[in-house]
């Protein structure tokens, strides 16, 4: 019998949005997070049966208020005011006692920030707004029973964005969307494969004993994002137990990363007996990543899509990274058909 297409959900409004270049530790550097990365992705699985594109539905915006604080949301409407062509970065980062914000001043932006490579431009709204509502509507398309299992191209990422905080590349959690939508049907897990620790989506559901997250990254004492990812960030209140951190070295490679998957992430999320999963699905572990610090192949994109698919779950797959454009097509499109192909055995 044949098996049904995986839906991939994508807005083209999520292209326009173009950082064209970032500061990272003082240096200006071209950015890494392009639209020809969707550009990649899409080549790589358009036209195959194994996958049917589709426009997200319109997301109500009581949707993105009920995971994020409704100043974020405000504020990258504010950005709509930006001329075209214009990037716009927020310089100043207050500590947050003692200061007034106001998510109509562009200037004080950076009240809602974190980091100095995650600018604003007059797409940017759109872009964030398309890309969760991608992810949402992927969890939707699973909830309804349309199928088992669904893809979300987001883009722009979303792992590092939290509930008030813009940064990282990200404005909306795009993976805590999906996660909170499935929530109301029981126990959900996330796991992120990112080669950068999940900052935002741990801190959104740190208290939560609903919600277990896992994170495999590069170590946060040499990686991006620095102040989060350690191993003794186990969660909070009733949520203790319910957050896993898996910092590992620069250089790991295929075997010692699917070990560590097989040995400690798949069996804790067992353990969680979810309803549903989420993947963070970043692809700048492949060992030609600019950004990250792995020694992952094509193939070991296949491995891990088979264990997560022998999980059985009702799941969503989430873009998150990945900046070695010219084979970014390739390692998804690797990664979702193992997946879609064992899934939906
Ligand atoms: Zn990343």
Redesign the pocket.
Known sequence: MNKPPLPVFFHPKQLPHNPRYEWTFGRKIEHPETRSRVDRILKAISGSPAFSLRLPYKMPLNRLTDLHHKDLVSVLKTARKLPEGKTYYPSVFPRRDQVSSDPDSLPRAGYYCFDSGTPLTVHSWDAAYWSAAAAWSAAKCVTSGESKAAYALSRP?G?HAQRDLFG?YCYFNNAGMAARHFRHRGRVAIVDI???HGNGTQAIFYPDPKVFFASIHGDPRKF?PYFSGYDGETGRGEGRGTNLNVPLPAGTDGKKYLSVLRRKVLPAVRKFRPVALVISA?F?TYRHDP??GFDLETRDFVEIAREFADLDLPTVIVQ????ATKWLGVNAAAFLRAFRDRHFD
């Open positions: 990422p792992h990282g990112d080669f950068h991006y970043g700048d950004v990250g998150e990274g990945g900046y």
